[in-house]
């Protein structure tokens, strides 16, 4: 049954999204009732190729870029589907990845988001759900915990495969399905963010309204992270302290009595710690 509408938001896109939207209307088109992709005023030729090559999709051109939250808000006003897939233009969604989706979101009508496992090009495992950001995520980042337990994720996905579903803090934003109800529920994004942690929001606020989220590792989808973003500004500083900002920003709206000073001093020491490692890894692959 054909019962899920997309929303698929783009910024100088025009290296993904083809593939993406083929991903969806071909391999995964039992499913696909609908598709609305929003521009965020790319400069490329992400709308030449959208109209193109998928007359049939609906296309909303922003006159400016309007933020990732605000633009999948406008997207979602337009559907009526049951079940949304809000997906980022560089993910290439396998066959039968959004049946797996769809089989877990409609075996309890109290979850309110899931999403699959994220995987590189070359089929090399990829984060896809995490902690809300707080003191605790800074401290298991700052101190090689989460490092060693992605290391560990990677090596078992690798050799063992993961095919448990299990209840999640929220979905990393690549991809997640939402049932329309429950987005509606807390009102959808919230417009505060501009970039990075909407997604963490979005399933904070869920829960607090019961609703589940759940991560379904057998639904696989390509993410080459950043595909869009890289474009937007090429420098690594200006991706961390927007990262870095849209966490304080969750802190401040849902855990104000968190230390935020405490908390930058932390995501600090974080990112000079891995720049030295970056640096050493260079230093040793040059030799």
Not at 49 to 72: D, H, M, R, T
Not at 125 to 132: A, D, F, K, L, P
Not at 208 to 216: L, Q, R
Request: with cysteine; net charge positive; hydrophobic share 35%.
């Amino acid at each position: 049954m054909k019962d899920i509408g997309v929303v698929i938001v783009t910024f100088n896109s025009s290296n993904h999204i083809n593939d993406c939207l083929n991903s969806l209307l071909i391999d995964n088109s039992n499913n696909i009732s609908s598709v609305i992709v929003v521009d965020n005023h790319s400069e490329d030729n992400t709308k030449e190729i959208v109209i193109k090559n998928f007359p049939q999709i609906n296309f909303i051109e922003n006159s400016k870029n309007l933020g990732y939250a605000k633009a999948v808000n406008i997207g979602m006003k337009r559907l009526k589907e049951r079940y949304c897939l809000i997906a980022n233009p560089d993910t290439i969604f396998k066959s039968n990845s959004l049946d797996n989706l769809k089989n877990i979101i409609q075996s309890d009508q109290t979850i309110g988001i899931t999403g699959g496992q994220q995987i590189y090009g070359d089929g090399i495992w990829q984060r896809s759900y995490g902690n809300y950001p707080g003191l605790k995520d800074a401290l298991l980042n700052l101190t090689f915990i989460t490092s060693f337990t992605n290391l560990y994720k990677r090596f078992k996905f690798k050799y063992f495969g993961n095919n448990k579903a299990k209840y999640v803090s929220y979905i990393d934003g690549g991809a997640i399905l939402v049932r329309n109800e429950a987005f509606k529920d807390v009102n959808g994004f919230k417009e505060d963010y501009f970039f990075y942690a909407e997604e963490a929001d979005f399933a904070y606020r869920l829960k607090k309204n019961k609703w589940k989220i759940v991560f379904e590792p057998k639904a696989h989808i390509f993410h080459v992270r950043g595909g869009s973003s890289t474009k937007v500004n090429n420098k690594t500083k200006y991706f961390h302290e927007l990262l870095v900002r849209s966490k304080i920003l969750f802190i401040k709206l849902n855990s104000p009595r968190t230390s935020k000073n405490l908390f930058v001093l932390l995501e600090y020491l974080h990112n000079i710690k891995m720049y030295f490692i970056y640096k050493l890894i260079f230093y040793l692959s040059q030799k």
